[in-house]
């Protein structure tokens, strides 16, 4: 098993706390509510740092709220496990996994592979959160909801945000990327 290096836990801790910020900025999206650059960050966790160290960096993330920081959009604490909304959360761990495994593999280093990639981390998020939020809807709350309809609560902001997000991703990473393996 590799040790981690200084470098490896400064990089993890800086997006740990770009991924709290993210939680906090928030963009405005006229006629609608606003999306956060949480998804961004975590993206970015796994195509700079790897699978594993972004997996670390968004998981010390998830776990820091729960402990009570107030670093979720909506707050934090342990309680935070039974709001609907925490399977996002926990796709975000493992989104920045899937991303960064999928960044480490892919040949050519071009936007491309990296929206691949964060597409990777985008179909991991919504698989778990949405999941997540059905199961907390119907045997939870006792909100007898379709799965269609969870599905369909995602548009118009949140799904269409987050591709965007992908695709903003996949373009600072092709610059970014050189940079932060550069040793």
């Given at each position: 098993?590799?040790?981690?290096?200084?470098r490896d836990?400064?990089?993890?801790?800086?997006?740990t706390?770009?991924?709290?910020?993210g939680?906090y900025?928030?963009?405005p999206v006229p006629g609608?509510?606003?999306?956060?650059?949480?998804?961004?960050?975590?993206?970015?966790?796994?195509?700079l740092?790897?699978?594993?160290?972004?997996?670390?960096?968004v998981?010390v993330?998830?776990?820091?709220g729960?402990?009570?920081l107030?670093?979720?959009a909506?707050?934090?604490?342990?309680t935070?496990?039974?709001?609907?909304?925490?399977?996002?959360?926990?796709?975000?761990?493992?989104?920045?996994?899937?991303?960064?495994?999928?960044?480490?593999r892919?040949?050519?280093?071009?936007?491309?592979?990296?929206?691949l990639?964060a597409?990777?981390?985008?179909?991991?998020t919504?698989?778990?959160?949405?999941v997540?939020?059905?199961?907390?809807?119907?045997?939870?709350?006792?909100?007898?909801?379709?799965?269609a309809?969870?599905?369909?609560?995602?548009?118009?902001?949140?799904?269409?945000?987050d591709?965007?997000?992908?695709?903003?991703?996949?373009l600072?990473?092709?610059?970014?990327v050189?940079?932060?393996?550069?040793?």
């Open positions: 098993m590799k040790r981690f290096e200084t836990l400064i990089l993890c801790g800086l997006f706390a770009l991924t709290a910020v939680a900025i928030q963009v609608m509510d606003y999306f956060t650059l949480q998804f961004l960050f975590v993206l970015m966790a796994g195509m740092l790897g699978s594993r160290n972004g997996a670390m960096a998981g993330y998830v776990l820091l729960l402990v009570g107030p670093i979720f909506a707050g934090g604490g342990i935070y496990i039974f709001r609907p909304s925490f399977g996002y959360l926990l796709g975000f761990i493992a989104a920045a996994f899937v991303t960064g495994f999928i960044a480490e892919i040949k050519k280093k071009n936007f491309q592979g990296y929206l990639a597409f990777g981390g985008f179909v991991v919504y698989g778990i959160g949405l997540y939020k059905y199961m907390m809807l119907n045997f939870y709350v006792g909100e007898k909801t379709a799965f309809m969870v599905l369909a609560d995602c548009f118009p902001l949140d799904m269409p945000g591709v965007f997000l992908s695709i903003l991703a996949a600072l990473a092709v610059r970014l050189p940079v932060v393996k550069r040793q």
